[in-house]
């Protein structure tokens, strides 16, 4: 069950442009209590997850992920490889590469979860 949740992170992310519905489809993956963190800068709270997705796609047109499969580690975290292609409103098409580690709760909501970027300045 829990790596059906974190698979279905990465497809509702890409689909979260195409409406209120599918947004919110993908913000019910995640616990209240979520501590995300990018570029090492750690952000607390849905709210600021939420505010994060509005500025993601603010600035992009189109996102597709791809990505190696959830493993999990013996701390309990699972980690996978992505790759991301987009297409920017201002800059044109991109791609980036990188890890994200993630931690469910108790309820199967995910609680945690850091992108770490080959690009350290993907986020600046």
Not at 18 to 30: I, N, P, R, T, Y
Not at 45 to 66: C, P, T
Request: charged fraction near 30%; aromatic fraction near 14%.
């Amino acid at each position: 069950m829990n790596k059906l949740i974190l698979d279905d992170y990465f497809a509702r992310f890409d689909d979260a442009r195409q409406g209120a519905a599918q947004k919110e489809a993908l913000h019910e993956l995640f616990s209240e209590e979520l501590v995300f963190v990018l570029n090492g800068q750690e952000i607390k709270g849905k709210s600021n997850w939420r505010a994060f997705i509005d500025k993601v796609y603010q600035s992009n047109e189109q996102l597709v992920h791809m990505y190696n499969g959830w493993e999990q580690q013996e701390d309990g975290t699972y980690q996978t490889r992505w790759a991301i292609c987009g297409k920017r409103f201002e800059t044109g098409v991109y791609t980036e590469e990188g890890m994200d580690i993630a931690r469910l709760d108790d309820q199967g909501k995910i609680v945690y979860l850091e992108n770490v970027p080959d690009n350290t300045a993907f986020f600046s």
